[in-house]
C-alpha cells in the first residue's frame, strides 16, 4: 500500500479549523497601528503603480498613476482600532480624468509608494 493511499483513506472530507488560544489572540489584538498617513491627507504618487480600473482609462494597457495627487480615503490595515495585515494598506481616492461631476475612484496602494503633500 503507497502513503498516499493511507493518507487518503484516513481524512473524512470535512474540514476543521484550528482555535488560536485566548492570549495569542489578545495580544494580537492589541496591537495599534502605526501609520505615516492617515484619512483626509493629501498624497502625491511617487513610485510606478499601473491600474487597469481607472474610468475613462486604457483597460488594456493599464494606467500609470506616478505624478497623480490624491486623498487618503482609509486605511486597510485598521479595523475598528485593530492592526490586521494587508498588503496594500492605504486606500487613496483619486479624481477621474476629464469627469466634469468630479467623480473619484478608489486604488490600493502602499505607503512607501506615495509621499505626503
Request: with cysteine; charged share 25%.
Amino acid at each position: 500500500m503507497s502513503a498516499l493511499a493511507s493518507a487518503s483513506s484516513v481524512f473524512n472530507g470535512r474540514s476543521f479549523r484550528v482555535a488560536a488560544p485566548k492570549r495569542a489572540v489578545a495580544r494580537a489584538s492589541g496591537v495599534s497601528v502605526r501609520a505615516k498617513l492617515e484619512a483626509g491627507d493629501k498624497v502625491k504618487v511617487v513610485s510606478k503603480v499601473l491600474v487597469y480600473h481607472v474610468p475613462k482609462g486604457d483597460r488594456k494597457n493599464g494606467t500609470d498613476l506616478s505624478g497623480w495627487e490624491g486623498v487618503v480615503d482609509s486605511r486597510a490595515d485598521d479595523y475598528n482600532g485593530t492592526y490586521i495585515s494587508a498588503n496594500l494598506e492605504v486606500k487613496v481616492a483619486f479624481a477621474v480624468p476629464n469627469d466634469p461631476k468630479g467623480k473619484t475612484f478608489i486604488v490600493h496602494c502602499k505607503e512607501n509608494e506615495l509621499e505626503k503633500q
